[in-house]
T-cell receptor, first 112, second 114 residues
Framework: SQTIHQWPATLVQPVGSPLSLECTVE??????LYWYRQAAGRGLQLLFY??????ISSEVPQNLSASRPQDRQFILSSKKLLLSDSGFYLC???????????FGEGSWLTVV | AQSVTQLGSHVSVSEGALVLLRCNYS??????LFWYVQYPNQGLQLLLK????ATLVKGINGFEAEFKKSETSFHLTKPSAHMSDAAEYFC????????????WGLGTSLAVNP
């Protein structure tokens, strides 16, 4: 069966510090991978999605970036965090077109 | 482009009462429609998915949703609420255009009172 792992679960970082959130999927090949952010009281915002290695699309301009060093690994990064980067970050995966998206457990980021 | 509206950001029901969470999509019929549930501090979990095979879709935990093309709706219901149903619920139609992504509603927070 397929599983998704996302870490760290909780992170408190000072403004201006770097960020690295990691996500790996097991049990499937060539998944579509996603990074979402969920701010308090708001819906899901798609940040990045990737349909393959070296195929990453950014949905919104921001100081975040994403990389996919391996087929089933997706990393969310920032060189300098802003206060507004605080939120709940969710990694997700799907296979094919129009199929169910499966989510990781999420990572709470607090920028102080 | 596809859009979605979830009427009521907060819904409160008594335990044992009917749960009705509303979702309306834009005029273009999406090939797929999803309902997800999010329990506090957790990721999202699929409740059910409409694939045009049947207009009434049954999901997990006793939830079901009915696709009504004439009303452009995909409302989520459960006959009898349980305390464990308290969570955030998201409706998401699939955008079959060039975007080909899920379009997320803002969510409805369901509270269940004893």
């Amino acid at each position: 069966s397929q599983t998704i792992h996302q870490w760290p679960a909780t992170l408190v970082q000072p403004v201006g510090s770097p960020l690295s959130l990691e996500c790996t999927v097991e049990g499937t090949s060539n998944p579509n991978l996603y990074w979402y952010r969920q701010a308090a009281g708001r819906g899901l915002q798609l940040l990045f999605y990737s349909i393959g290695i070296d195929q990453i699309s950014s949905e919104v301009p921001q100081n975040l970036s994403a990389s996919r060093p391996q087929d089933r690994q997706f990393i969310l990064s920032s060189k300098k965090l802003l206060l507004s980067d605080s939120g709940f970050y969710l990694c997700a995966w799907s296979v094919g077109d129009g199929n169910t998206i499966y989510f990781g457990e999420g990572s709470w980021l607090t920028v102080v | 482009a596809q859009s979605v509206t979830q009427l009521g950001s907060h819904v409160s029901v008594s335990e044992g009462a009917l749960v009705l969470l509303r979702c309306n999509y834009s005029s273009s019929v999406p090939p797929y429609l999803f309902w997800y549930v999010q329990y506090p501090n957790q990721g999202l979990q699929l409740l059910l998915k409409y694939t045009s095979a049947a207009t009434l879709v049954k999901g997990i935990n006793g939830f079901e949703a009915e696709f009504k093309k004439s009303e452009t709706s995909f409302h989520l219901t459960k006959p009898s609420a349980h305390m464990s149903d308290a969570a955030e619920y998201f409706c998401a139609p699939y955008n079959a255009g060039n975007n080909r992504k899920l379009i997320w509603g803002l969510g409805t927070s369901l509270a269940v009172n004893p």
